[in-house]
């Protein structure tokens, strides 16, 4: 039994190890037979008695005690008792066997062996010709008994029919959703270029998060406004969501992969196979080369790519000119060394994860947090651990001085990094999140200003970029709105003298809402609030709101501000906030969506994919990205 289920009669049985606790039924509970498996096999039994369960017991020891009788019928009884006894140990084994043939037998069929198959090409998006692998098909028939795998004919049948049934499910879906956002990115690696776009949506009732792929198609020939352009417009087409969609979110360029390319030492890797992001957002910003009738949506730049953006342009810049420049670049040369070489010899990685018990790994796409993560692991090294690897990766020492600048690096950009992952995050993120992970951003940079050592005129240059590059969001209407409206936020990110000026605004935009869409206040939900981000968000003094003479639509937007609660459930007790929440905050600040399906447990989009054509690996992509909103299991 697992720990965590109630206390039952269940507890104390001397049997409880045969069964598994599942769930809670009033005065009985939900078991599940291990003895059963792999057919699962539910079971419910009092809290107060095991009878119910002794009698499943019953039943499987009524099965051997079948199987052992056939097995002592055999012929093998006219042997000698001697040889009896000396092949005792053999016979168990065959009974064993057969025992486990008639149990595969009752709870395996070839259509479920099909199924079973089909979810491990397309979750491990493995190549068809496995299907044709001698040894996987002893495999599947030693595992089963007799069952065979199915061809690859079969394969593609069911590859088309599943993708089928998830594109219906996926529209059925989409088609009940008022709001929705989509991410567009292009991935090019070994000379081809990848189109990914992403889907994303708030469910009206519990206020979760929704995603789902929608694209994952190989570009030909030259990037440009036309070739992007026409494909999210086609896919928006294809869903029926081009009147739904609010933003589309871009990327705007990996910027930080030079910087890798330049303190990599001795690197074996082509460019090829480090790939690259495309500038999707400037090649939007460009003109049609042709005369095009698309309707597109705003296009809006990824928030954690702009703040990389600082870190990698105008970060570099202020190190590159002031006094700290041969001691960064001395620091940061050692710490890519240990990094390239965990990443490109085994002896390194080994080294690593035995000395410091941690795994420097290096992705191929390079992000500023994996670069502060990889300084972080190291500084959290004791002098004698960090001095084994070096001398165990043939990597010259770090200098006293060298240690305490990159232990400053950590802790004056740790709130960078908080902030990144924030922006990179699925299931909370917001574009209601960006406005004040900013100005929080700025202040926790600020206070660590007078106490660095090493880094104050790079906290001037940062605080400066930020101002500069996330002007336009400050200005923008819909992401004051996005803020206001959650309710982790509010108004108290405003000052004071403009809080009466956005009260009017949400009650202007509230009252031009759908009444149709507007439902009755419900509080019979319970979300979780986001309380490990308290710390973090602060915009100085928080003085009380501004008094207004309201009523109707404005006095819930009074009420509204004026309340405390941070979870998204209190939005429940005010539909028409709950409304505008629903349509400024379905846009993601992030791309990150989207280049999650590009990468497959870590391992991103190469030349070499499994011998799939275009069109079914698309299909493999979208089915794998989807099982957790569609049903993978092609009937």
Request: charged share 25%; glycine share 4%; net charge negative.
């Amino acid at each position: 039994m697992e720990n965590g289920e109630t206390k039952s009669a269940i507890n104390t049985w001397r049997y409880r190890h045969h069964f598994t606790y599942k769930a809670d039924q009033g005065k009985n509970i939900i078991v599940q037979c291990n003895l059963c498996l792999p057919r699962v096999n539910l079971l419910s039994t009092s809290k107060t008695s095991t009878s119910n369960l002794k009698k499943h017991l019953d039943v499987i020891a009524l099965l051997c005690r079948s199987v052992l009788r056939s097995c002592e019928a055999r012929p093998d009884a006219k042997r000698g008792r001697k040889k009896e006894e000396y092949n005792g140990e053999e016979s168990r084994h065959c009974q064993l066997k057969k025992l486990k043939a008639e149990i595969i037998s009752k709870c395996l069929t070839q259509a479920k062996i099909d199924d079973l198959i089909f979810n491990f090409i397309v979750e491990d998006c493995q190549s068809f010709y496995v299907l044709e692998q001698p040894g996987f098909r002893k495999l599947i028939a030693g595992l089963t008994e007799g069952l065979k795998s199915m061809d690859r004919v079969t394969l593609f049948t069911k590859v088309d029919h599943g993708f089928s049934k998830m594109r219906e499910e996926l529209m059925s879906k989409l088609s009940s959703v008022q709001y929705v956002c989509t991410t567009a990115d292009i991935w090019t690696a070994h000379n081809r270029s990848f189109f990914g776009m992403t889907c994303h949506w708030i469910d009206m009732d519990s206020l979760e998060r929704k995603s789902a792929a929608l694209a994952f198609a190989r570009l030909q020939g030259r990037i440009t406004y036309d070739t992007i352009a026409g494909r999210i417009h086609d896919v928006h087409v294809a869903y029926n969501i081009e009147s739904k969609v609010q933003t589309t979110v871009t990327d705007n360029g990996s910027p930080f992969i030079s910087v890798f390319r330049e303190f990599a030492l001795d690197s074996q890797e082509s460019d090829d196979d480090i790939g690259f992001y495309e500038n999707v957002s400037t090649v939007l910003e460009g003109e049609p080369e042709q005369d095009m009738l698309l309707f597109l949506p705003t296009v809006q730049r990824c928030a954690s790519h702009t703040l990389e953006q600082i870190v990698t342009d105008d970060f570099w810049q202020a190190v590159s000119q002031g006094p700290m420049c041969q001691l960064h670049y001395s620091a940061m040369a050692k710490v890519f060394a240990i990094w390239s070489k965990c990443h490109h010899l085994q002896v390194g990685m080994d080294a690593a994860e035995e000395i410091g018990k941690m795994a420097l790994v290096v992705p191929t796409v390079i992000r500023w947090n994996v670069e502060y993560c990889a300084v972080q692991k190291i500084v959290s090294l004791s002098e004698r651990e960090l001095t084994e690897l070096c001398a165990r990766l043939e990597v010259p020492r770090f200098q006293p001085e060298e240690m305490a600048f990159l232990k400053e690096y950590v802790t004056v950009f740790h709130p960078l990094a908080f902030a990144l992952e924030l922006f990179q995050a699925e299931q909370k993120c917001y574009l209601g999140l960006v406005i004040p992970t900013v100005l929080s951003l700025k202040n926790k940079l600020n206070e660590q200003k007078d106490a660095a050592k090493y880094f104050g005129d790079a906290i001037n240059a940062i605080v400066m970029a930020i101002d500069v590059r996330f002007q336009e969001l400050f200005g923008s209407t819909e992401a004051k709105i996005a803020t206001a409206t959650t309710p982790q936020f509010r108004l108290w990110w405003m000052a004071a003298s403009e809080r009466e000026e956005m009260c009017a605004l949400l009650a202007s935009e509230a009252s031009q809402m759908d009444p149709c869409t507007v439902t009755e206040a419900n509080t019979s939900r319970n979300l979780s609030t986001i309380e490990s981000e308290d710390d973090f968000f602060s915009y100085g003094s928080v003085k009380p709101a501004v008094q207004i003479q309201q009523r109707g639509v404005l006095e819930e937007i009074r009420k509204y501000v004026e309340g405390t609660g941070k979870s998204l459930e209190c939005l429940q007790d005010f539909p028409r906030v709950k409304q505008l929440f629903l349509k400024y905050n379905t846009t993601l600040p992030s791309t990150a969506p989207v280049q999650r399906l590009f990468s497959q447990k870590g391992n991103l989009v190469t030349s070499q994919r499994n011998f799939l054509t275009d069109d079914y690996f698309e299909r493999i992509q979208l089915l794998r990205y989807n099982s957790n909103l569609c049903s993978l299991v092609s009937e």
